[in-house]
């Protein structure tokens, strides 16, 4: 079963720094996708950050910048550094794996979370 734990969340001051980690467990799939998403109260879940298979680094233009996404070497955990933080940061962060088959198919799995709330 796989499973995805995010930790590292809590409340910042604006312009502060947190740093996220995201462990996994049970996943013995492809490495496509490695990521970072969050969601707002009341808005979509959005990309944040992603680690591609070629180890290739993308971010949402919000984040860019500001924000670094990392893996250990076996891969096993996920991180991302926030710095310069700001109120519109605030969200919950999930973690995400996915893999694409041959056939085009994705498989993603979802972490539950870890809230992070900017305040002045």
């Known amino acids: 079963q796989v499973r995805l734990r995010e930790s590292g969340g809590g409340s910042v001051q604006i312009g502060g720094s947190l740093r996220l980690s995201c462990t996994s467990s049970g996943y013995n799939y492809p490495r496509d996708e490695m990521g970072w998403y969050r969601q707002a109260p009341g808005k979509e879940r959005e990309f944040v950050a992603k680690?591609?298979?070629?180890?290739?680094?993308f971010y949402a233009d919000s984040v860019k910048d500001r924000f670094s996404i990392a893996q250990d070497d076996a891969k096993n955990t996920l991180f991302l550094q926030m710095n310069d933080m700001k109120p519109e940061d605030t969200a919950m962060y999930f973690c995400?794996?996915?893999?694409?088959?041959?056939?085009?198919?994705?498989?993603?799995?979802w972490g539950l979370g870890t809230q992070v709330t900017v305040s002045s």
């Open positions: 680690i591609d298979k070629y180890e290739s680094s």
């Open positions: 995400s794996f996915s893999w694409r088959s041959e056939f085009g198919r994705e498989y993603r799995y």
